[in-house]
């Protein structure tokens, strides 16, 4: 059976217009019909996720949602801009609540999951969408970040451990031109890591930083036995999401195959986007503290043993917002903090002003 073309989202094709002004897509929309932006094409070669079911950015249940305009024309960058050891900035987003949802596997399907906590948009739950979580009430120090993070909730015993105060959610560079980074299309949505994972395939997870650590022990797949029962001393893990997307859609059925980590330059030490996966978007690096310490024989995540981590990401910024944050912070080569500004180069100012907004 030949594929069939894939009917567009009301809400996605509203937004189209404006999506190259932002710095989404290319330099025009899908109406003016310009080089770079393209139709949707018919999806090939994915398997149909068996958690698939109808929702307001997926209207048919099949898992695919394009991104509307497409990015087509696309070459990855191979050049090797001046060097810069950062180009970063953070989004510092606390806990809001935890609910056994997850609007990316199991949209529409209240209860269905395990057990997640929850960052930034306080909303986010089984039936969010593009459309309600945008411009939503957040716990991000940005106003304008209405993101859905969220990741399966961590239990020490029956007694369930929430991150303390804002965590910190890197958005670097993955690549080595980090002059060809450009912002998240709005919409976009991706998981993680898999809770499936065996302990050595979490190891070997491309996204895989340090693992696990408390104290002084560092690189665990699993929960160390115990760690110093200090009041400094929290659990703790960073994890790296894919930051090559293929241009053409916001959430494919596997919640993964429109996203690859970036690739080896050949004959180097560079980072680019593969040939499929062309279009170099920030990293996400999960940095995530639990003030948990001591025994931890009894310390468990709602998705299994330490090794099955993982999180998602299901992108609601305003538009304006995060393309001043990822022009001046990762394509300028700075260290930022939430509100764009490195205390390294206080002559590059700051993007957003004292209350983490855009002037």
């Known amino acids: 059976m030949r594929p069939r073309p894939k009917r567009l989202p009301a809400l996605l094709l509203g937004t189209a217009l404006t999506a190259a002004g932002l710095g989404v897509g290319t330099i025009a929309s899908a109406a003016a019909g310009q080089p770079g932006d393209a139709a949707p094409a018919a999806h090939t070669g994915h398997t149909m996720a068996v958690s698939t079911l109808s929702s307001g950015d997926d209207p048919d ?11 087509t024309g696309v070459t990855p960058s191979t050049a090797t801009p001046p ?10 987003c606390s806990v809001t609540h935890t609910a056994a949802d997850d609007p990316i596997v199991y949209p529409g399907q209240p209860g ?8 930034g948009n306080t909303s986010t739950n089984a039936y969010s969408t593009t459309a309600s979580l945008t411009g939503g009430t957040t716990t991000c120090k940005a106003p304008a ?9 961590l239990y020490n ?12 959610i890197y958005y670097k560079a993955g690549v080595t031109d980090y002059t ?17 994972q065996s302990a050595d395939a979490f190891r070997k997870h491309r996204g895989f930083v340090e693992g696990w650590e408390c104290g002084d022990s560092y690189f665990n797949t699993d929960f160390p036995a115990s760690c110093p029962s200090r009041p400094d001393v929290q659990l703790n893990i960073r994890f790296q999401a894919p930051s090559c997307w293929d241009g053409k859609y916001l959430d494919t059925p596997d919640h993964k195959s429109h996203m690859a980590y970036p690739v080896v330059k050949p004959g180097t030490n560079d980072n680019m986007c593969p040939a499929d996966h062309p279009v170099a978007l920030p990293m996400i690096e999960f940095k995530m503290a639990f003030p948990v310490n001591g025994d931890m024989s009894q310390v468990r995540l709602a998705s299994g043993r330490g090794y099955s981590f993982h ?16 022009d001046h912070c990762i394509v300028g080569g700075l260290q930022c903090d939430a509100r764009g500004y490195d205390q390294t180069h206080p002559e590059a100012g700051a993007v957003l002003d004292s209350g983490y907004r855009l002037p």
């Open 83 to 92: 060097s810069r050891y950062f180009h970063e900035f953070q989004a510092n």
């Open 112 to 119: 269905k999951s395990h057990d997640h906590t929850f960052m």
């Open 157 to 168: 015993g029956d007694r369930k451990i929430l991150p303390v105060g804002p965590q910190t």
């Open 311 to 326: 999180y998602d990401f299901f992108n609601a910024w305003e538009d304006r917002t995060l393309k001043a944050l990822v």
């Open 61 to 71: 249940g099949d898992g695919y949602i394009p991104a509307v305009p497409q990015v």
């Open 145 to 153: 970040d209405a993101s859905g993070y969220w990741m399966p909730s």
């Open 180 to 196: 060809s980074v450009r912002p998240f299309p709005k919409g976009l949505r991706f998981v993680v890591g898999d809770p499936m």
